[in-house]
C-alpha cells in the first residue's frame, strides 16, 4: 500500500512571500490532518478533513494559512504571506474513519528566512 | 485543548539496555498511542492502548497506562543502535475526537 505522499520535501522562502504544499493521502482515506511541526516539538493539528469539508480548523491561523481538499482526495496548504515563526515542518496524515492510527506523510521542511 | 507532557526530554542509552519514556497528561482520553519519528522523517505509530487496557505488549515494546495516575509509560527492550529516533506519546484533543495532542517527545538516543 502506497503511503501519504507530500511535497516540496524543503522550501526555502523569504518573509513575507508565499507558499504552498501539496499531501496526497492513502487511498480510501477520508479523514485528513496538517499538523505544524516546531523544532523540538510534538506536532500541533492545524486543520482536519473529512472528505472535502472542514470538521476542525479553530488553531489555524486564518489570516495567512489556508487549506482546501476539494475533490475530497489530495489536499493543498497555504501560507500567505510567510512569517519567520512559521519556519517548522508541515506533515500532513490520514486515517480510515474506523481507526484511531493515523498514517504520517514525509512531511515538508520549511525555512523561511 | 490539553497538551502531553514527557520525560525525560533526551535519553541517551548502550545497545541491549532498556529504555522508558514517560508521557503525563491532564484529562480523560480513551486511547493513547505512541509514534516514533526518525530524523527527517514522518512520524510512524507504534502502539495503540485503550482507556480500559493497563498494559499492552509488540514485540519489544511495553506499553502501560495508568488512567488514575493520567500517566503512560513506552519501555523499549533491548535496545538497538536502529531504535534511534524521537519518541511521542499522543491522544486525542477532546472526548469523541479523533485530532490528536501530541507530547513534546523524547529524544533517545542508542550508542551501538
Known amino acids: 500500500e502506497a503511503g501519504v505522499a507530500q511535497s516540496p520535501r524543503y522550501k526555502i522562502i523569504e518573509k513575507r512571500q508565499s507558499v504552498a504544499f501539496w499531501c496526497n493521502p492513502i487511498?480510501?482515506?477520508?479523514?485528513l490532518y496538517w499538523y505544524q511541526q516546531i523544532l523540538g516539538q510534538g506536532p500541533k493539528l492545524l486543520i482536519q478533513?473529512?472528505?472535502?469539508?472542514?470538521?476542525?480548523d479553530s488553531q489555524l491561523p486564518k489570516d495567512r494559512f489556508s487549506a482546501e481538499r476539494l475533490k475530497g482526495v489530495d489536499s493543498t496548504l497555504k501560507i500567505q504571506p510567510a512569517k519567520l515563526e512559521d519556519s517548522a515542518v508541515y506533515l500532513c496524515?490520514?486515517?480510515?474513519?474506523?481507526?484511531?492510527?493515523?498514517?504520517f506523510g514525509p512531511g515538508t521542511r520549511l525555512t523561511v528566512l | 485543548s490539553q497538551q502531553g507532557e514527557e520525560d525525560p526530554q533526551a535519553l541517551s542509552i548502550q545497545e541491549g539496555e532498556n529504555a522508558t519514556m514517560n508521557c503525563s497528561y491532564k484529562?480523560?482520553?480513551?486511547?493513547l498511542q505512541w509514534y516514533r519519528q526518525n530524523s527527517g522523517r514522518g512520524l510512524v505509530h507504534l502502539i495503540l492502548?485503550?482507556?480500559?487496557?493497563r498494559e499492552k505488549h509488540s514485540g519489544r515494546l511495553r506499553v502501560t497506562l495508568d488512567t488514575s495516575k493520567k500517566s503512560s509509560s513506552l519501555l523499549i527492550t533491548a535496545s538497538r543502535a536502529a531504535d534511534t529516533a524521537s519518541y511521542f506519546c499522543?491522544?486525542?484533543?477532546?472526548?469523541?475526537?479523533?485530532?490528536?495532542?501530541f507530547g513534546s517527545g523524547t529524544r533517545l538516543q542508542v550508542q551501538p
Open positions: 484529562t480523560s482520553i480513551n486511547n
Open positions: 492502548i485503550r482507556s480500559n487496557e
Open positions: 496524515a490520514s486515517h480510515i474513519d474506523r481507526d484511531n492510527e493515523q498514517f
Open positions: 478533513f473529512q472528505n472535502n469539508g472542514v470538521v476542525d
Open positions: 499522543a491522544f486525542p484533543m477532546d472526548t469523541g475526537r479523533r485530532a490528536l495532542t
Open positions: 487511498s480510501g482515506h477520508a479523514t
